[in-house]
C-alpha cells in the first residue's frame, strides 16, 4: 500500500532535549516536506526536499534541521525543543515538486 | 507563488451543492490550481487540479474562469462526511515552496 509513514504519532518531552520525528514513503517520490499545523495558522511548510541531499527552507524553518540522505526518508529533527514548537507535524511526499501531496497521518508533540 | 484568497467558514446542508471560490488575481502563467480537504487531526487530501475550464473526477468539479484569477472548486450533494476544511493552492507543478493558506472550513448540517 502506498503510504507516508511517521513516527512517533504523538510525543511528549521536555524542552532542549533533542528529538527527530522519521518521515518515510514507500511510492519512490522524488520530494518531500515537513509542514507543522497550529490553530489558526493553518499549515506552514517547514522544509522541502526536491530530491536526495537537495533540501529548502519553507516558510518556518527556524529551530529545525533536515536530511534527505535516502530518497525515501526525510527525517525532521529539532535539536533543541522549546514550547513553542508544540504542534501538530505533517510529512508529505509526491513524484516531483507541487504535484499531488500525499501526507502521514501526523505527529502531535508536545515540548514542556 | 500567488497569494490565494478563501472565505474562511460556509455553512450548507446536507444534499446541496457547495460552491468555494479561491481568488488569486497574481496567478502566473505556469501555475496550476490544487485542492485538498483536510479532516481534523489527519493529513490533507487531494481533491482535484486543474489549469483551465473545467476538470472533474468522481468526488468534484473545479471551474477556472478564462483568465485564471479565480477558481471555484463545486462540491454536489454535500454530506454530513464533507465538513472539513478545505485549501486552495497556486503554483507551478515544478516548485518546492507550498503555501496553503487558511483555507475554508465548510460545516455540512443535517
Known amino acids: 500500500e502506498a503510504q507516508v509513514t511517521q513516527n512517533p504519532r504523538y510525543l511528549i518531552t521536555v524542552t532542549g532535549k533533542k528529538l527527530t520525528v522519521t518521515c518515510s514513503q514507500n511510492?519512490?517520490?522524488?520530494?518531500m516536506s515537513w509542514y507543522r499545523q497550529d490553530p489558526g495558522l493553518g499549515l506552514r511548510q517547514i522544509y522541502y526536499s526536491m530530491n536526495v541531499e537537495v533540501t529548502d527552507k519553507g516558510d518556518v524553518p527556524e529551530g529545525y534541521k533536515v536530511s534527505r540522505k535516502e530518497k525515501r526518508n526525510f527525517p525532521l529533527i529539532l535539536e533543541s525543543p522549546s514550547p513553542n514548537q508544540t504542534s501538530l507535524y505533517f510529512c508529505?511526499?509526491?513524484?516531483?515538486?507541487?504535484?499531488?501531496?500525499?501526507f502521514g497521518d501526523g505527529t502531535r508533540l508536545s515540548i514542556l | 507563488l500567488a497569494k490565494t484568497t478563501q472565505p474562511i467558514s460556509m455553512d450548507s446542508y446536507e444534499g446541496q451543492e457547495v460552491n468555494i471560490t479561491c481568488s488569486h488575481n497574481?496567478?502566473?502563467?505556469?501555475?496550476?490550481i490544487t485542492w485538498y480537504q483536510q479532516f481534523p487531526s489527519q493529513g490533507p487530501r487531494f481533491i482535484i487540479q486543474?489549469?483551465?475550464t473545467k476538470v472533474t473526477n468522481e468526488v468534484a468539479s473545479l471551474f477556472i474562469p478564462a483568465d485564471r484569477k479565480s477558481s471555484t472548486l463545486s462540491l454536489p450533494r454535500v454530506s454530513l462526511s464533507d465538513t472539513a476544511v478545505y485549501y486552495c493552492?497556486?503554483?507551478?507543478?515544478?516548485?518546492?515552496?507550498?503555501?496553503f493558506g487558511q483555507g475554508t472550513e465548510l460545516s455540512v448540517k443535517p
Open positions: 486543474g489549469y483551465k
Open positions: 493552492l497556486v503554483g507551478e507543478l515544478q516548485g518546492g515552496k507550498l503555501i
Open positions: 511510492m519512490n517520490h522524488e520530494y
Open positions: 508529505a511526499s509526491s513524484l516531483r515538486g507541487r504535484g499531488t501531496q500525499h
Open positions: 497574481n496567478i502566473a502563467t505556469n501555475d496550476y
